[in-house]
Each structure stands twice: as C-alpha cells, then as structure tokens.
C-alpha cells in the first residue's frame, strides 16, 4: 500500500471544464457514459504531461476514445487505480463508457444501492468508482447528468443543480437531465433513483431569490422530516445573518437512506444523509437524535459556501472545509440551544476522544503530511481540534475582524481549491496580524499541556501567573514548538466576587503575566469556555474548585471546576481500591451536589451536566495507564454512593421536571428531560423497587422516545433482570419495524455493563433485525460494545478483542471504511496493563498475519503496531 504525502503535491496537468455523464441504470449493472471536455492546464509549463486519470482496479472498461477515436489498451496503460494517456492534443473531448454493478457494492462508496434506491457517495474517492477521471478536489468541472431508469420502479431520479430536461424512452423507461452551474470537483457529485416521498418547502433568500427545499425519504417516513426541514430554513438564515452567505441554486435537496457510512455528504444541491441524521420524530427520536439532525443539517449545509464554493486543493486540505464547517455548525447549534451546554460536550468530545487521538498511534497534524487511505483521516482531529482551530482564530481576532475574513477568504477564493494557509492569510490581511507561529496549530500535532503556577504578594498586591507551555511528541514529530493561543481567563476573590475578566495570549514556552492591585488572593479561573484544545495543570485547592463551582462567572469553568474536583475523587477512590481500601464519598461532595440539585433557579441542562461524572472513557484517556476494573469500580462506587446520600433530592429533581406537558424539541425542555433522567437514574440505583416502578411507569405512559428509551435502558441495565428483560422484548415489539429505533434497542444490550454481555452481543449479532451490511447497525451493536461497554470489552482474558478482530477481519472484504473505523479500541493496546496490551496487539498481529488486508485496515493496524 502507497504512502502519499503532502510535499508531493503537483498541481493537475489537465483540467477539465464540462463532464457530461449518462447513466443507465439498470438490475443487474449500470453502463455510464462520461464524455470530458479536457485541456491543458495554462498553469503548467510542460504540455507533454500524460493524461493521468483514476478509476478503480475492479471498474469494468468497456470503451474509451479521444475526439471519437476509439483507443485500444496498447493506447493507454492501466495500472493500479490509474489510467494514463501519452501525447494528448491540448484540447480535447474524452468519451469512456463504463460498466458497474452497484448491487454489489456493499463499500458504500462510489454508486451503489440503499434499501432499493440507487445512490452515490463520491467523497473522498468514490467518483473513481463510477467512471475514469481526474478525481481530484483541484478539478473543478461543470457536470451535466442524464439519469435512465424504470419508472416504475425509480419514479424520482435525482442529480445535482436544476433539472432541464426530461422524457419517456419507451418500455416503461424515463429519463431526466441535470445541469449544475456551479463547477465543482468530482467528490461533490451525486445521483439518487428510487420510489421516494417527498417533504417539499420553500424559501426566500434575503436578496429574493426562491429557492425549492425538498426533502426526499421512503413513503413509511415522511412524518419525519418536518424537524430536518425546519433545521435547514434556521441554518439558511442563521448563514445569511451571521456570515452574509446566501443559497445559490434554485432547489435545494436532501435524500435520506439508510445504508451509509458516515452522517451526511453535502453533494452541490442534492445532499445525501443516514436516516438517522436527517428522520426525526418524538416518538422514535430521542433529544440527543433531534440535536443531531438539527447539528447535521446545518453542517451540510454551510458547506455550500465552506466546502462547495470554496473547497481543498487537496485532501490535505480537509480542515479548510470540516474545521470550519464544525465551527460554523457549532456557534449555530450554541445560538439555536443553549451556549454553555454545546460548549460543554463539543469540550467533553475533545478531552475524551480527541485527546486519546492526538496521544496513539494513529495521531496527526490537524493538517496531515501523508496518509495511505484518505477516509481514515476524516477524524475527531481533522473535526473538531479544526474548529477549536478556527475558534481560536475566532478568539484571537474577535468576531468583526474574524467575520471581515471569512468575507475576505470567500471572495478571493470563490470557485477555487485552496488551502489552510490561504484561509489564514486571509484573516491575517484584514487583521494586519503575523498568524504565522498560529499555524503551528495545522502542522503539529499532540495535545499541548499548560502548566500554570502563582504567587501572590500581599504587601505590593501584585498577583503573577506562570504559564508554561509544552507538546508531548507524536508519531513522526519529536519535538514541538510552542503554539500560540488565547488563554481565557478571570482571577475571582474568596467570596466568588470577580476581580478581573479578559484573554491572555501565549506565544512563549514560559510567560508571566501580572495583575497589580488585587486586594486579596485570588483564585484564577483558567481556560473559560475551553479557550484552546489544550490540558490544564494548576494544582486548585479543594476549596477553590469548590468556590470555582459555586460562583464562578463562566458557565463552562463552574462546570469544569466540579468536573476537577470529582475526577480527583474518583482517582483517590481508584487508588484506594487498588490498595484494598474502602472507597469513600466525601461529604463535601454530597453537599455541593445537594446545593446544585435543590437550586431551582438553575437551568436543568446545566445541573444536569454538572451531575454526570465524568465518563470512563474520559478518565482512561487521564490515567497514565488505564485500569479498567479500578475506573469502573469506583465510577460505580461513587454513583451509587450519591445516590442513596442524595435519593429524595433526587426525586424532587425527578418530580419538578417531569412537567407532564407534551413534548416539545426546544432546549428547556430536553434541559428538563436530562435532569429528569439522570435523577431517575441514580434513583435506579438504590435498587429500590418503588424506582423500578417509577421507571415502568415512564417507559409505559411516556409520549416520547427519550423518556422511554432512557426508562428502558435504567432498568435494562439494573439488577431487576426479569423486569428488564420484559422491557426489552416489549420494546421489540412495538418498534420492530422501525430501523432507528432497532439500532437503539442494539445499542442498549451492547451497552449493558451487568455480566454475561460477550454473551449477548454474540446472540444479538444472530438476532434477525441485526444487518452485518447496514454500519448503522454495525456501529450499534459493536461500537456499542467495544466503546461503551468498557468494562466488558476489556475482559481479561481477551474474548472481546478477539470478537472485535473476528468482525474487523470479516468486515474488511465488505466494508474497508466501517471496519477500519470499529478497529480504533485495539489501537490504544499501548495505553492498558502488560497482560491486557498483549491479548489486543495479538489481535492487531493476526490482523496484519491476514493476507490483502484493505489500504483502510492495513493502514491503522501498520500504525498501531509500530
Ligand atoms: N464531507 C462529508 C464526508 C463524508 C465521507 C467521507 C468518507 C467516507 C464517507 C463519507 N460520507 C461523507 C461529511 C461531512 O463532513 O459533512
Ligand atoms: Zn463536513
């Protein structure tokens, strides 16, 4: 498997102005003809460049020819992905007719069928599977597509821009055509044919332009898309108000289907989602479900102007359009929601799962040097450390001068393929900032620590904070320089009263910074709002992380101050047990959470957030070598110690949210449903049974998805096993026709953390509404138990990584993207215990042993063992 890397990047030696494309779908295969206008490319000198165009080994050619002139194979070479042509004229028009069979592409990508429905997915190097092409974000072309087809049974046929044309062709045949004005690369293509339903809208841009808003899914659907259509009109004003950014298409479509490896794709005009980010409905979609439809509506959506009309020079390039993206859907998702609570688990996503990232073996820049197989670096770094990225220059700048460079990038760059650095220097030019040493944020990767000390002197009253930065090194990258970034902050006297509020900018490994006549010591509040994707080291004091929470004027850090303070009890509880201790809950804690949770006047989302204790997963990612059974006996120790400390609190939280109104998907009310479930769940605790009956009583009389998905999965997971099982064949019952709610009738099993849970997955993975072919499915039932049923999947004698192999080995000649994916728990092998690291590096061992491993799996399994 070929290495590519960035230094190596040449710009295109032909390019390609219109692509006009036919495809006749049919059973058994589908014939495309692509007829290319191609050109020399001005930019480059030496015009004796072959003609180089990708298209997949196993893609059926069927004829090729220049300006009709049919070429014979000792015309071209074909080899390994690549198709060359020697001595082109410079301008010329290429005709190539393939075959395919999308019936049995079961890799999602390229063309292929969903449920019936033909459909595309071309990013990043799926187009190659449908034709021969330069299929390079830096070619940018106009495409035209005629779509043939059944009518009967592929009644709607979708591509993207305008439909211009269509007709019958006779044995029940019909035909439409699409023309896109707007050039695009060819990861952006799309198709769709099918029997769909349609959810039709409208609406009026701000300078008057009608746009059609059509939202396209199966017949037995179409009660769930009202909150997807409602999500694109926000997210399309939201961009207009907040960005000056406009629609530019007439129609404006999205396609739901259930087969697809990732959220969404934001194809120009005519975007294609997994149901399960576009179908909502109170009765089968929980909060969490409608945030996400809401977060990945608008995502798509905004990539028309960040991804679509300007978009990567090359897949290096993939933060220009993600880290930006995520941060526009996030500030749209704040602004839709509530601010702090976004805040809070985009901040959780990175520390937990960002962070374990940046410290394996798989760790890169948030701009990558070289990749083998370019899916695998569609990551939480590319996603989110990128738009903490853009964030900080958000910061930095401040939202004017931030907003007059997007202005800047967008106008300078509209139409083309550009890079990170161009959209720095574009925030440099309206700035007359040197961002120079911030680009360091592109090119190194690894999780930065702030060390940060204080002395206070009370005679002089001038307080002076230490701050020390580093970078731990990462594959590849030995040494770091340091980074510049915001350091929000606020230094708070005794009595919570606030002495001062600003951002600090670091650039130097070590600075000071001093504050004069601060009367009394004070007790910084550091990194408010999570101002850089960095760790924090400052030794608080109980008591200040204590005050922190009570007073702090950040919503984020009163969080995050609680959150300090309880992971250092639950590593104090880790350690005791290790030792043969008593764990111990310390008062202290019972009544800070007492304080929280009787306080009325607080938002319920947040007390919610601030009652969670923080994850395992996010205390493995912070132990210097992760214990499982220590991590999950005391989490568990302590969850069941506040439970029965504060059971009437918690059932007067329970009482004062459960409103009885009618469901309602705006953010006071999920607030209060999080609060509700979360009090319902520590009452599980206890064991007692009027909480089993209050649980019963939720999952039978709730009218929405959330309070019974949660009441089912509380008592699923107790002790009370005869009453779960009950529930859980119940729940069978009623939504057995329901694919999302099945994946989340998967995900509760997988995730039952009581013994036996090997056990149940294997049965599960027989069970009839389980689809090895569907990654919705396979994520539910194997991500669900390798990622969030820890305590399990690490067993110690290695059955749940042998389990995990089993399926990535038999996933990876089906579906190289989902198995490369559900590999990353064997990944961090390095991270456990000597017995438990060896059992998962002999798996990664057996893996590598298998002969022709995919480019996706081969690539993170060569990684993880070096
Ligand atoms: N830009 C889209 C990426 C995507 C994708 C990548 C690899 C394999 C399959 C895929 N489906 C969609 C999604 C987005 O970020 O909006
Ligand atoms: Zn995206």
């Known amino acids: ?199 039709e809208d409208n609406y009026t841009t701000l300078s008057g332009r009608e746009v059609a808003l059509r939202i396209y899914a199966e017949r037995k659907d179409l009660d769930k898309l009202d909150y997807a259509m409602q999500s694109l009109k926000n997210a399309m004003r939201w961009d207009e108000g907040v960005y000056g950014r406009e629609y530019d298409l ?60 300007v978009t990567c020079r090359d897949w290096f390039q993939l933060s220009l359009k993600e880290g930006f993206t995520v941060f526009r859907d996030a500030e749209f998702s704040a602004d839709m929601n509530s601010r702090t609570v976004k805040r809070i688990e985009d901040a959780t996503l990175l520390r937990t799962a960002q962070f374990a990232e940046d410290g394996g073996p ?58 990170t650095d161009d959209f720095v220097a574009a925030m440099e030019a309206v700035s007359g900032r040197d961002l120079s040493q911030f680009k360091r944020w592109y090119s190194q990767a690894g999780t930065p620590l702030l060390t940060v000390s204080d002395q206070y002197d009370e ?47 670091l650039t130097g490994e070590e600075q000071q910074f001093r504050f004069t006549d601060i009367a009394s010591r004070p007790v910084p509040s550091l990194l408010r709002g999570f101002s850089a994707p960095v760790k924090l080291d400052y030794q608080y004091s109980d008591a200040q992380l204590l005050m922190l929470l009570r007073h702090d004027t950040d919503g984020f850090n009163r969080w995050d101050a609680g959150q300090r303070f309880c992971i250092r009890l639950l590593q104090e509880q880790m350690r005791r047990y290790r030792a043969g201790e008593p764990m111990q809950c310390p008062d202290v804690l019972i009544s800070a959470w007492r304080e929280l949770l009787t306080d009325a006047s607080l938002e319920p989302a947040m007390v919610a957030q601030c009652l969670e204790l923080p994850s395992e997963a996010q205390l493995s990612e912070l132990a210097e070598q992760i214990d499982v059974t220590a991590i999950h006996a005391a989490r568990e120790f302590m969850r069941a110690a506040l439970a029965t400390a504060l059971e009437q609190e918690w059932l007067q939280a329970y009482q004062r949210c459960d409103t009885g109104a009618a469901y309602a998907a705006d953010a006071a009310s999920m607030g209060r449903r999080s609060l509700k479930n979360l009090a319902l769940s520590y009452l599980m605790l206890t064991g007692c049974e009027p909480w089993l009956e209050l649980a019963r009583q939720q999952y039978e009389q709730s009218d929405n998805m959330t309070d019974q998905l949660a009441a089912l999965s509380l008592v699923a997971h ?88 089993d399926w990535i080995l038999q996933l990876d000649r089906r579906n190289p993207q989902i198995a490369a994916r559900l590999l990353t728990p064997l990944t961090r092998w390095k991270r456990y215990d000597t017995e438990r690291a060896a059992l998962m590096q002999a798996q990664l061992q057996r893996m590598m042993d298998t002969a022709e491993l995919s480019a996706d799996v081969y690539e993170v399994v060569s990684k993880s063992l070096m």
């Not at 290319?36 to 196993?58: H, I, Y």
């Not at 770091?480 to 900018?505: F, I, N, R, S, V």
């Not at 049965?763 to 390798?786: E, M, Q, W, Y």
Request: glycine share 6%; charged share 20%; net charge negative.
């Open 1 to 199: 498997h070929e290495t590519i890397y960035l230094e190596d990047y040449q710009p295109p030696a032909w390019l390609i102005s219109h692509t006009e494309l036919r495809f006749e779908l049919e059973e058994e295969h589908t014939l495309v003809r692509a007829q290319l206008s191609v050109r020399a490319n001005p930019a480059v000198a030496d015009k004796r460049m072959p003609l180089e165009l990708f298209g997949d080994e196993a893609m059926e050619l069927c004829r090729l020819s220049i300006d009709g002139q049919i070429l014979e194979t000792c015309d071209y070479q074909r080899d390994a992905g690549c198709l060359r042509i020697q001595n082109v004229p410079e301008h010329f028009t290429l005709e190539c007719v393939t075959r395919l069979l999308p019936h049995e592409n079961t890799a999602l990508e390229g063309l292929y069928k969903s449920d019936g429905m033909f459909c595309t997915q071309c990013e990043a190097e799926g187009f190659r599977r449908i034709t021969f092409f330069p299929d390079r974000p830096d070619v940018m072309s106009v495409f035209r597509t005629t779509l043939v087809a059944d009518k009967a049974r592929y009644p709607v046929l979708l591509s993207n821009g305008n439909p211009v044309d269509n007709g019958e062709d006779g044995e029940g045949r019909h035909w439409v055509t699409w023309d896109d004005p707007w050039p695009k690369p060819s990861y952006l293509f799309a198709l769709v044919a099918g029997d769909l339903a349609l959810l």
């Open 250 to 309: 007439d129609i404006y479509m999205i396609v739901a289907v259930d087969f697809f490896n990732m959220g969404a794709m934001e194809n120009k005009g005519l975007n294609i989602f997994n149901t399960s980010c576009v179908l909502a409905h109170p009765k089968t979609t929980t909060d969490l479900g409608f945030q996400r439809v809401e977060g990945v509506v608008a995502h798509e959506y905004f990539h028309n102007w960040s991804g679509n009309r």
């Open 362 to 419: 798989m760790a890169h820049p948030v701009r990558p040097e070289s990749y083998m197989e370019i899916s695998n670096f569609y990551t939480l770094t590319v996603y989110e450390k990128g738009a903490e990225v853009v964030r900080m220059l958000h910061t930095l700048l401040g939202s004017e001068l931030f907003r007059k460079g997007s202005d800047l990038y967008f106008e300078r760059h509209d139409g083309q393929a550009v890079t």
């Open 459 to 505: 005679h002089t009253g001038e307080y002076c904070l230490n701050v020390r930065q580093s970078c731990p090194p990462s594959p590849g990258q030995e040494h770091k320089q340091p980074y510049h970034m915001p350091l929000a902050m606020g230094l708070l006297a005794e009595d919570g009263a606030e002495l001062y509020a600003g951002c600090l900018e």
């Open 718 to 805: 107790s002790g009370f096993r005869e009453t779960g099982a009950e529930l859980l064949q119940a729940f069978y019952q009623q939504w057995q026709h329901e694919a999302l709610v099945m994946n989340q009738w998967l995900s509760v099993q997988a995730s039952d953390p009581t013994p036996g849970a090997l056990a149940r997955v294997q049965a599960l993975s027989t069970h009839p509404v389980f689809d090895a072919r569907n990654p919705n499915k396979l994520r539910a039932l194997i991500a669900g138990f390798c990622a969030r049923n820890l305590f399990h999947f690490h067993a110690e004698d290695g059955s749940g990584y042998e389990w995990l192999a």
